[in-house]
C-alpha cells in the first residue's frame, strides 16, 4: 500500500524565518504534487514535480523532488503571515495519494 | 473555464436519508477523483475514473456508497442510507490525462466541496 507521509504535521514560524516541509512517500512514483489549503477552502495545486533532481519556485516557495529517496522537500524562505495554510503533498502511482498535510502558522 | 463545480455546497440531512453530490469536471478532462476529508483521516481516495470509467473503488467505505459518471461532463455520488460518521468534506476533482508521463500539467483541479452533515 502506498503511504504518504509528511513531517511536520504542525509547524508554528515566525515571519522572516526560513523552514522545510519533508514528505517521504513508500513506492516508486513518476510525479509528485504540492498543493495548498486555505481554512474552510480547496485544494490549490502549488507545484508539480515530475523527474529527480526536479526544482521549482514561486515566490517563497521552492519545491524538490529526489525520487532515489523517495522524498520531496518544500522550502519557505523568510516566512510572512499569508502562508499560513495547510500544505499537502501528493503522488500518482497508481491512485493519486495524499500525506496528511502540514499546518503551518506564521506569527509575528 | 469555471472550473470544478460541485453541488450541493452544503447539505444537512438525517440519520438513514439518501444524499446525493453532484459534480461537474472540467470540460475536456478525462480523470475525475471523488475524495472526502475529515480532522481525523485527512484526504481519502474514495474513487476515481478515467474516461467515465470507474478504475478504483477500493476507498469507496462500504456498499452504502456508490459513484457514478454516466458521460464526461458529470458524476455523482451517492450515500444511502446516510450515518453520522458519514458526515465531512467531499471533494471532486479532475484532471487532463493524469500520469501520463509526456504531459507535464497533470494535476488535479479541486472543486469547492460539500460539506455534508448527517444529524
Known amino acids: 500500500e502506498l503511504k504518504v507521509e509528511q513531517n511536520p504535521l504542525f509547524l508554528s514560524m515566525q515571519e522572516g524565518k526560513n523552514y522545510t516541509i519533508y514528505c517521504n512517500y513508500s513506492t516508486t512514483s513518476d510525479r509528485l504534487y504540492w498543493y495548498r489549503q486555505d481554512p474552510g477552502k480547496s485544494l490549490e495545486s502549488l507545484f508539480v514535480l515530475l523527474s529527480n533532481g526536479a526544482v521549482k519556485q514561486e515566490g517563497r516557495l521552492m519545491a524538490s523532488l529526489d525520487t532515489k529517496a523517495r522524498l520531496s522537500t518544500l522550502h519557505i524562505t523568510a516566512a510572512v503571515h499569508d502562508l499560513s495554510a495547510t500544505y499537502f503533498c501528493?503522488?500518482?502511482?497508481?491512485?493519486?495519494?495524499f500525506g496528511q498535510g502540514t499546518i503551518l502558522t506564521v506569527h509575528p | 473555464d469555471a472550473g470544478v463545480i460541485q453541488s450541493p455546497r452544503h447539505e444537512v440531512t438525517e440519520m438513514g436519508q439518501e444524499v446525493t453530490l453532484r459534480c461537474k469536471p472540467i470540460?475536456?478532462?478525462?480523470?475525475l477523483f471523488w475524495y472526502r476529508q475529515t480532522m481525523m483521516r485527512g484526504l481519502e481516495l474514495l474513487i476515481y475514473?478515467?474516461?467515465?470509467?470507474?478504475?478504483?473503488d477500493s476507498g469507496m467505505p462500504e456498499d452504502r456508497f456508490s459513484a457514478k459518471m454516466p458521460n464526461a461532463s458529470f458524476s455523482t455520488l451517492k450515500i444511502q442510507p446516510s450515518e453520522p460518521r458519514d458526515s465531512a468534506v467531499y471533494f471532486c476533482?479532475?484532471?487532463?490525462?493524469?500520469?501520463?508521463?509526456?504531459?507535464?500539467?497533470?494535476?488535479?483541479?479541486f472543486g469547492q466541496g460539500t460539506r455534508l452533515t448527517v444529524v
Open positions: 470540460s475536456g478532462h478525462d480523470y
Open positions: 501528493a503522488t500518482s502511482y497508481g491512485k493519486l495519494t
Open positions: 475514473f478515467n474516461n467515465n470509467v470507474p478504475i478504483d
Open positions: 476533482a479532475s484532471s487532463l490525462a493524469y500520469g501520463r508521463a509526456d504531459l507535464m500539467n497533470t494535476e488535479a483541479f
